[in-house]
């Protein structure tokens, strides 16, 4: 069997070639395994923080929870204010020697 050289050049460098592209696309294929893991990873990590979150019904819930609170300390507000000016009046009259 006799092979030249120059058919020994051209098996050589299509080996090359070939294993240069095969570790070209096994490279990226690795680096966007890598990526895909790490943007796993964030979603997960995000969807975890979500269920923490209230939903929309109970964002509304709170909202109604809130205002009654509010309504509550008016209320509270305004008795207090009517106690405040009877123990004006009623600390006027001590003073004053409870002639009245």
Not at 33 to 39: A, G, I, K, Y
Not at 63 to 78: N, R
């Given at each position: 069997?006799?092979?030249?050289?120059?058919?020994?050049?051209?098996?050589?460098?299509?080996?090359?070639?070939?294993?240069?592209?095969?570790?070209?696309?096994?490279?990226?294929?690795?680096?966007n395994?890598?990526?895909?893991?790490?943007?796993d990873?964030?979603?997960?990590?995000?969807?975890?923080?979500?269920?923490?979150?209230?939903?929309?019904?109970?964002?509304?819930?709170?909202?109604?929870?809130?205002?009654?609170?509010?309504?509550?300390?008016?209320?509270?507000?305004?008795?207090?204010?009517?106690?405040?000016?009877?123990?004006?009046?009623?600390?006027?009259?001590?003073?004053?020697?409870?002639s009245?």
């Open positions: 069997m006799n092979v030249d050289l120059e058919t020994i050049r051209t098996v050589m460098t299509i080996i090359a070639v070939g294993i240069t592209i095969y570790l070209a696309f096994t490279s990226r294929s690795k680096k395994s890598e990526q895909l893991t790490d943007h990873e964030r979603i997960l990590k995000l969807e975890l923080e979500l269920n923490h979150l209230p939903t929309k019904e109970g964002q509304h819930e709170m909202k109604v929870a809130i205002t009654q609170l509010a309504g509550d300390v008016k209320q509270i507000s305004e008795k207090l204010d009517i106690t405040r000016k009877t123990v004006i009046r009623m600390e006027e009259a001590m003073m004053s020697g409870g009245k």
